[in-house]
């Protein structure tokens, strides 16, 4: 599949940050991406869509806090981002898939590959993969909130008309809100780089018979299946393992996280007020 890219648009958001999605429970910052209008982040290996309901989506807006206008646009983020874009993280899907079962698969099909290339065996894998969608989303927010101008990319990709939707309809012309003024609808992306992460996995063959059963007669000399006087074998031994450990490192892979906040479209009730202070 070839890789994909985000762009933003008229209702199409890009998060100017790409966050860590670790597997073994550990985040760094990575690359931030800037554009005064437009952001666009490419080698995205796949997109994963959720929708928020109406009351969500106005909390992971009010997690931002917008002042001032011009030279003193200042857009901060607050630590109420996290919980939103965790169970975001957490649902999100594509093909049926979310991100974890995404990854297994991958491992999967990667694995038995590897196996079959190294070890010259054919073998039936079964993997496991977790993600840290906490940290991920906490990874996020770091970066978002590392320099107002990552926040501020986000904040000025927003369009005119939905800008008017929370400003005063009469003068002073000031916002309605203090929230991150998206309206109903709207997709904000966030991408993720999920770090390739090593695995030891161990390839074992043995005999068939485990418990090193005895003959299924108990006379060896009375079989009623078979030919007559034919006598059951002696039972083989019990597994005779033969192991062999290999470790592997998966391939790294960029996912964009879809969010759409909530349906329909027009301005949000529900986001803070704006404060001039």
Do not use: W
């Amino acid at each position: 599949m070839p890789l994909q890219t985000v762009t933003s648009s008229a209702n199409n958001f890009v998060s100017p940050f790409i966050a860590v999605l670790d597997a073994s429970g550990s985040a760094t910052l990575t690359q931030v991406a800037l554009a005064q209008k437009v952001v666009s982040i490419a080698g995205i290996d796949e997109t994963f869509a959720v929708s928020l309901s109406e009351a969500d989506a106005t909390i992971l807006l009010n997690a931002f806090t917008v002042s001032g206008a011009g030279a003193d646009l200042a857009v901060a983020v607050t630590d109420d981002l996290v919980a939103p874009l965790t169970s975001a993280i957490q649902t999100a899907t594509a093909t049926d898939k979310t991100i974890a079962a995404y990854l297994n698969s991958k491992l999967t099909e990667d694995l038995v590959v590897h196996i079959l290339s190294t070890l010259k065996v054919s073998v039936d894998v079964s993997s496991n993969v977790t993600i840290d969608a906490a940290s991920g989303a906490t990874n996020m927010k770091t970066g978002l909130a590392a320099s107002s101008d990552v926040a501020e990319a986000l904040y000025l990709q927003i369009p005119q008309t939905t800008l008017n939707l929370y400003k005063n309809v009469t003068a002073p012309h000031n916002p309605t809100t203090g929230a991150l003024p998206l309206q109903k609808g709207d997709v904000l992306n966030f991408v993720f780089d999920v770090a390739a992460f090593t695995i030891t996995a161990a390839v074992t063959s043995s005999t068939s018979n485990a418990s090193n059963a005895a003959p299924s007669n108990a006379n060896p000399n009375s079989v009623t299946d078979g030919a007559p006087g034919a006598t059951d074998s002696a039972p083989e031994a019990p597994y005779a393992f033969d192991s062999q450990t290999l470790e592997y490192s998966n391939t790294p892979y960029r996912v964009c996280v879809a969010v759409t906040l909530g349906s329909g479209s027009g301005a949000f009730t529900g986001l803070k007020a704006f404060s001039s202070i």
